[in-house]
T-cell receptor, first 115, second 112 residues
Framework: GAVVSQHPSRVICKSGTSVKIECRSL??????MFWYRQFPKQSLMLMAT?????????EQGVEKDKFLINHASLTLSTLTVTSAHPEDSSFYIC???????????FGQGTRLTVV | SQKIEQNSEALNIQEGKTATLTCNYT??????LQWYRQDPGRGPVFLLL?????KEKRKERLKVTFDTTLKQSLFHITASQPADSATYLC???????????FGGGTRVLVKP
């Protein structure tokens, strides 16, 4: 299957700082990328959908000014958690699909800890 | 609202037996149902996809069914192995490129 690389896999940051997470599709053009958040022993919660070259569509209850998403190319999307707080600590996962794909290819996930 | 529901209780099964997981959907007419495997601390991995006009799909020891009357998909792992222990997620999608709607996942533990 297609490969999606997510970086970093783990990050610890101080409250008030910003953290950027990258999601790259390595061997296909990802027309759509999705960002999820996952709490322990719970399923994935979709945060936003991003299409290359356009603004991300955020799910209800997700603050777009706090979780900045950029999808500047067909192979790269970034999620920036701004002014992070301890309650932002979570597992963040990206996925990518091509125009004709129905299955999603996921990154390895990023464990964010805000101290 | 659209709901994808999976049995939240963990499924404990003896090695060699068949594990059967259930995925039910309500207020939804997905064109595709998909199953993913997720190991702790990792992103989900795609396993199988079944279309609404397909009854059954197989891949090695895995089998998926799609019953649009019952609004249900069943996921079977035959001849289960301890390495099959993981959380299995059901996901529905209306069309290619659309967002996936995930169920809560079912944890499977295969005991040797």
């Amino acid at each position: 299957g297609a490969v999606v690389s997510q970086h970093p896999s783990r990050v610890i940051c101080k409250s008030g700082t910003s953290v950027k997470i990258e999601c790259r599709s390595l061997d296909f053009q990802a027309t759509t990328m999705f960002w999820y958040r996952q709490f322990p022993k719970q399923s994935l919660m979709l945060m936003a959908t991003s299409n290359e070259g356009s603004k991300a569509t955020y799910e209800q209850g997700v603050e777009k000014d706090k979780f900045l998403i950029n999808h500047a190319s067909l192979t790269l999307s970034t999620l920036t958690v701004t002014s992070a707080h301890p309650e932002d600590s979570s597992f963040y996962i990206c996925s990518a699909t091509g125009l004709m794909n129905t299955e999603a290819f996921f990154g390895q996930g990023t464990r964010l800890t805000v101290v | 609202s659209q709901k994808i529901e999976q049995n939240s209780e963990a499924l404990n099964i003896q090695e060699g037996k068949t594990a059967t997981l259930t995925c039910n959907y309500t207020n939804y007419s997905p064109a595709y149902l998909q199953w993913y495997r997720q190991d702790p601390g990792r992103g989900p991995v795609f396993l199988l996809l079944i279309r609404e006009n397909e009854k059954e799909k197989r891949k090695e020891r895995l089998k998926v069914t799609f019953d649009t009357t019952l609004k249900q998909s069943l996921f079977h792992i035959t001849a289960s192995q301890p390495a099959d222990s993981a959380t299995y997620l059901c996901a529905a999608i209306k069309a290619a490129g659309n967002k996936l709607t995930f169920g809560g996942g079912t944890r499977v533990l295969v005991k040797p």
